[in-house]
């Protein structure tokens, strides 16, 4: 159930501890976190928070978007890829509940958050774990702006790994303005997958050909980002209407600093 929007508090540390730690797809994670039960966090959909943790005896940092919605405010819950080297994303998804670990954490963070859409559509375009901060962006849309049309194309390199599908095709088909457009880079050879194949950007040309009045937020791999913010531009996007949360330059974050799009050159 949609709970309006309350004050988003300024960033400061805190310690968080894990609840709960599951696989949802191959070797991407939901971590569920708790907040000090005297300093519960309100935090914007798109929002994220920054680990500090220890490596041969230094410290260094590891950001993520929130994957819960923003309406609980004694816990948080994140989407997390364990990346092959990744030494943050390793670390994380080898805790261990029982253990009841306890993390230091600074949040919330970021600008990557929804702006009044008025009259013009929303299309989020995600690939794999860039999912995170759209589901409750979701949640705040339907909530507030039902009748803007928003667009989701979230793509995957397999089926197996489109997180959340039959919920996000549930919502398709309980909020009329929204559109759901899963697409999978590498479908399965048994023809069991009969939607949309290839790249995300090409599904967003195809069926979105004028964006001079949306506004397009795009969160995933740098190279989707960047070639969608080419796409957008080409058909028609102000570039002051398109938001991009990157990846950190390991794959084993998200950028603790999302930026506007500039337009290339």
Request: aromatic share 10%; with cysteine; glycine share 8%.
């Amino acid at each position: 159930m949609y709970v309006p929007r309350t004050t988003v508090q300024p960033p400061h540390r805190r310690e968080v501890s894990l609840v709960s730690n599951g696989v949802v797809a191959p070797s991407i994670h939901v971590l569920m976190f708790q907040w000090p039960a005297s300093d519960l966090v309100n935090f914007e959909p798109g929002q994220y928070v920054t680990f500090y943790l220890q490596r041969e005896g230094k410290q260094i940092t590891r950001s993520y978007s929130f994957f819960s919605s923003a309406s609980h405010h004694d816990r948080f819950t994140l989407l997390v890829k364990k990346v092959p080297h990744g030494f943050g994303s390793t670390y994380l998804c080898n805790l261990s509940p029982p253990e009841k670990p306890i993390l230091r954490a600074l949040a919330p963070l970021g600008k990557f958050v929804l702006t009044d859409p008025g009259d013009r559509t929303v299309v989020l375009v995600a690939t794999g774990t860039g999912l995170a901060p759209f589901v409750p962006m979701l949640e705040r849309l339907r909530g507030e702006h039902p009748s803007t049309p928003t667009w989701l194309f979230f793509g995957s390199r397999y089926v197996d790994e489109l997180i959340d599908l039959e919920e996000l095709r549930l919502l398709q088909r309980v909020w009329p303005g929204f559109r759901f457009v899963p697409v999978v880079s590498r479908p399965p050879t048994d023809g069991s997958w009969t939607g949309a194949t290839g790249h995300v950007q090409e599904h967003v040309r195809a069926q979105l050909p004028d964006l001079s009045q949306a506004d397009v937020y795009l969160c995933g791999v740098n190279e989707m980002v960047n070639e969608m913010q080419e796409v957008a531009l080409q058909l028609g996007c102000p570039k002051e209407h398109v938001f991009v949360e990157r990846y950190g330059e390991d794959a084993d974050q998200q950028s603790a600093s999302p930026l506007p799009m500039s337009a290339p050159g």
